[in-house]
């Protein structure tokens, strides 16, 4: 949802107890023409990283996906991003995941909610245990990823596209963890937020931070999306009235 800066946020490496929080990093905002229409049409999202990176170079280039979509369109997405029409920003890690599945041209178009995400898991090389290069930052820069994946769009197949992917956010997980570590001094680390409904980032995670010796906490009786994030507002709100600061 909408942080306290206005834009959407999401992918967020907080250090935090029930009455203050430090959102210490995130992964780049980007912008989301079309506003909610991005969770349907993941080639918004797919169109808006490509621009990010490339400019408008990016509509001359051998993309599938850039191919089936109307150039007028393309268009008015760029105009509503240059404009700032209905274009909110969102560091949200769903949006990454939509617009890769599009960029990829697994899934320009959603059927039903989060189909883009999970087709992405679905199709992963197990056997691949290769990664991007990356960086890390305040925020997380994503072009040197989306550079590296456009490139390797009919050199490798999707499966190993996804499964490169996939270990690449597991990477800068674990990197940013350990960089939050070196500066706080703290060991306990929480992974929630829909994206950890994606079972192999979920499992890779925590194993990875576990080698790291870590405490790692994960959601069990509560939901790790929405719900879980509703149920700690009220924990929040239940401790700040507590201590009188509500």
């Given at each position: ?6 834009n ?27 506003g909610d229409?991005?969770t ?5 999202v797919?169109?808006?990283?490509l621009y ?5 170079d ?13 150039k007028?369109?393309?268009?008015l ?14 560091s ?22 989060a189909?883009?995400?999970?087709r ?12 991007y290069?990356?960086?890390?930052g305040?925020?997380?820069p ?28 597991i990477?800068i ?15 306990k680390?929480?992974?929630s ?18 080698k ?29 009235r507590?201590?009188?600061?509500l």
């Amino acid at each position: 949802g909408y942080g306290d800066d206005g834009n959407i946020w999401g992918s967020e490496f907080m250090v935090c107890d029930l009455e203050s929080y430090e959102r210490y990093s995130h992964f780049e905002y980007i912008p989301l023409p079309g506003g909610d229409k991005v969770t349907h049409e993941p080639w918004r999202v797919g169109v808006s990283y490509l621009y990010n990176v490339f400019g408008k170079d990016f509509i001359n280039m051998d993309l599938k996906f850039i191919d089936n979509i109307e150039k007028k369109n393309i268009a008015l997405m760029l105009d509503a991003i240059d404009k700032k029409i209905n274009s909110p920003l969102s560091s949200g890690a769903g949006r990454l995941f939509d617009g890769i599945a599009a960029i990829i041209n697994l899934c320009p178009v959603s059927s039903y909610h989060a189909e883009a995400p999970m087709r992405l898991e679905s199709i992963i090389d197990h056997k691949c245990t290769d990664i991007y290069n990356f960086e890390t930052g305040r925020p997380v820069p994503l072009k040197s990823l989306i550079e590296q994946i456009v490139m390797d769009i009919g050199k490798k197949s999707l499966p190993v596209i996804s499964a490169k992917f996939h270990n690449t956010i597991i990477a800068i997980i674990c990197e940013m963890a350990k960089e939050m570590r070196s500066l706080y001094k703290i060991e306990k680390i929480v992974l929630s937020g829909g994206s950890f409904q994606n079972r192999y980032i979920l499992s890779k995670t925590e194993t990875e931070l576990l080698k790291q010796n870590f405490e790692v906490f994960i959601p069990s009786l509560i939901p790790v999306n929405d719900g879980g994030i509703a149920l700690g507002q009220l924990a929040v709100a239940a401790k700040r009235r507590q201590k009188g600061t509500l």
